[in-house]
């Protein structure tokens, strides 16, 4: 079974990093450099800020409240970087697209952070309720 160990943490938390570093390189290059996986921008989006918010909470999971605030102010702060480009444009609609995206990518991450600490912290998830299923006494490891 996986393990969960300091390794992990820091392989979490560099993906993290690297993915909003991504999302902020491409959301401030010139419209003709942006890479274009799908055919609708809207769902790039939404996976892009879920995925960090997700990847955030669980690298970091007694911050999660700052993650909340800070996905938020992600999303706004590179809309409004969007207008100081000659070639991009930042809207409203966009910007809540994006803050609802990390919002819910790094909420649905908390469950999962809650785990991975107790795993940290004694190795056992006694009693605990995921989802309304009861976890009984499980030995992580």
Same mark, same amino acid.
């Given at each position: ?8 943490? $820091?392989?979490?938390? &560099?993906?993290? =990093?690297?993915? &909003? ?5 491409? %959301?401030?290059?010139?419209? $003709?450099?942006?890479? &274009?996986? @799908? ?17 955030? %909470? ?5 911050? =999660? ?5 800070? /996905? ?10 969007? /207008?100081? /480009?000659? @070639? ?8 809540? &697209? ?10 649905a991450g908390r ?12 190795? /056992?998830? %006694? $009693?605990? %309720?995921?989802? $309304? ?9």
């Amino acid at each position: 079974m996986l393990r969960w160990n300091a390794q992990w943490q $820091g392989l979490i938390r &560099v993906a993290a =990093w690297i993915l &909003v570093a991504l999302i902020a390189a491409v %959301t401030l290059v010139p419209i $003709g450099l942006r890479p &274009v996986v @799908t055919a609708d921008p809207s769902f790039e989006r939404v996976a892009a800020y879920a995925v960090a918010g997700l990847l955030m %909470t669980v690298a970091y999971p007694r911050h =999660w409240l700052w993650i909340l605030a800070g /996905t938020v102010v992600l999303a706004g702060g590179l809309e409004a970087g969007q /207008t100081l /480009t000659g @070639t991009r444009h930042g809207r409203f609609d966009d910007f809540l &697209v994006k803050a609802a995206a990390g919002l819910v990518g790094a909420l649905a991450g908390r469950p999962l952070a809650i785990l991975a600490d107790r795993y940290r912290a004694g190795g /056992t998830v %006694t $009693g605990t %309720t995921l989802a $309304g299923r009861d976890l009984g006494d499980r030995t992580c490891g």
